[in-house]
């Protein structure tokens, strides 16, 4: 059966990102179940970035997998066989979170090659990178997936996006000092986008499973 890896990078497990995703895998599981869809939830996980090892470049036995070995090792060879994947995470200063970039190193360095610097990846597949943030499409500072979009361009194929902007950072802006932020202003533009967003995530989903299918 095709596969489709969902990596979530947020650290909340029932907030925007989470929320997100989930409606990003019911769309690609709406197909009558034809294709399986895992998530892997990096925050519940203990894995470090790229240890620098050079076990992936050793000299006639270099590999386009991460060789060093923890808690994302099954998870970087699940997804070299993979048919499909997301990543999805908060903004956090303008970037993807700590977790996400260090779940990024290890899935990239190996793709490099210091012989000619190309970038390869086992398989190349669709792949939606998504971001959730408090800015507005007006206004925002998100570096998006920064260098990693260019790695992850070259090795795997030209990535998606999908963004759900100027979400609700918390349930109850009256329980917060929040006063920078108009609960009133983000209310609006929650009801006017946030189930939109969803439906988007879902459409989202659909779509990758059906170009997996096709
Ligand atoms: C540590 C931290 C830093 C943040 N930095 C930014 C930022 O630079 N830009 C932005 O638009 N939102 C920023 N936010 C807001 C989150 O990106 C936004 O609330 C996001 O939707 C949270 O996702 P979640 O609900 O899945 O946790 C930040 C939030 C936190 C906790």
């Known amino acids: 059966m095709k596969k489709i890896i969902i990596i979530d990078g947020g ?3 029932a907030m925007n990102t989470a929320k997100m995703l989930q409606h990003f895998a019911d769309g690609a599981q709406s197909l009558g179940g034809q294709i399986e869809v895992k998530t892997v939830r990096l925050y519940d996980m203990d894995y470090k970035g790229c240890m620098s090892c050079m076990a992936c470049k050793i000299k006639d036995r270099a590999s386009n997998v991460c060789r060093f070995k923890d808690a994302l090792t099954p998870v970087l060879e699940e997804i ?3 048919d499909g994947l997301v990543m999805g995470s908060p903004i956090y200063f303008g970037d993807v979170t700590g977790q996400m970039r260090t779940f990024l190193e290890r899935l990239a360095f190996p793709w490099l090659s210091y012989n000619d610097y190309s970038m390869t990846a086992p ?3 669709p ?5 959730t943030m408090n800015g507005t499409p ?9 260098s990693m979009e260019y ?3 070259s090795a795997l ?8 902007y100027n979400t609700y950072q918390v349930k109850d802006y009256s329980r917060f000092e929040l006063a920078g932020f108009s609960e009133e202003a983000k209310r609006q533009y929650r009801d006017t986008h946030w189930e939109e967003d969803l439906q988007r995530a879902f459409d989202a989903g659909r779509s990758m499973a059906e170009k997996i299918l096709a």
């Not at 792949?127 to 971001?131: R, Y």
């Not at 007006?138 to 920064?146: A, D, I, K, P, V």
């Open 11 to 13: 650290p909340r497990k």
């Open 80 to 82: 070299a066989q993979a």
């Open 123 to 125: 398989k190349r597949m």
């Open 127 to 131: 792949v939606l990178l998504m971001e």
């Open 138 to 146: 007006e206004r925002n500072n998100s570096q998006h997936y920064g």
């Open 151 to 153: 790695c992850i361009a």
């Open 157 to 164: 194929g030209q990535p998606e996006r999908l963004i759900a």
